[in-house]
């Protein structure tokens, strides 16, 4: 790549206290390191409340405008009505990528059953993959760390830095 860092990625919690100023977030940051000790850059970061039109607009800039390669969002998956982030990914999303957020519920059943109650969701916008995550910092290790050797091949395809997807015998 062009860039010293292998993928930009944007962090972006969903959250109405978080983004009030009330609470510290513990979920952002829990991305932030893992993405940085796998060597991706954190090229945007934000706290914005659960309003579906706000997430939208955060997607899609940092989607259309080449910002990131990866988009990691923690919060709003959950049954509250404020939350709303998979909605927002969705109406989002030109290509759903559906077995991300089925491995990520599948490995959080073994440590808990609530693990079935998350909506998280995926998709593809241009050359950015949109990844809803827990809104716990448990739940955001626990699951992006299950994750993030296929999604560094999935973005490599995504980008066109390898074509090759299938195992060699």
Known sequence: MSFEH????????????????????LSGTAIRDIITEWGYMVASY?????????????????????????????????FSVRDVTPEATLAVSERLVPGIPEAIRAYSMTITKRAMLSRGT?????????????????????????????????????????GECARKE
């Open 6 to 25: 292998k993928f930009r990625v944007g962090i972006l919690t969903a959250s109405d206290k978080g983004a009030a100023g009330e609470r510290e977030d």
């Open 122 to 162: 995926a998709g593809i916008r241009k050359q950015a993959l949109i990844v809803n995550l827990p809104g716990s910092p448990k739940a955001v290790k626990e699951s992006l760390t299950y994750i993030m050797s296929e999604l560094e091949h999935g973005l490599m395809i995504l980008k066109g830095m390898t």
């Open 46 to 78: 934000s706290i914005l409340p659960d309003e579906v039109e706000e997430l939208e607009q955060e997607m899609k800039r940092l989607a259309d405008e080449d910002i990131c390669d990866l988009i990691l969002t923690t919060g709003g998956t959950g």
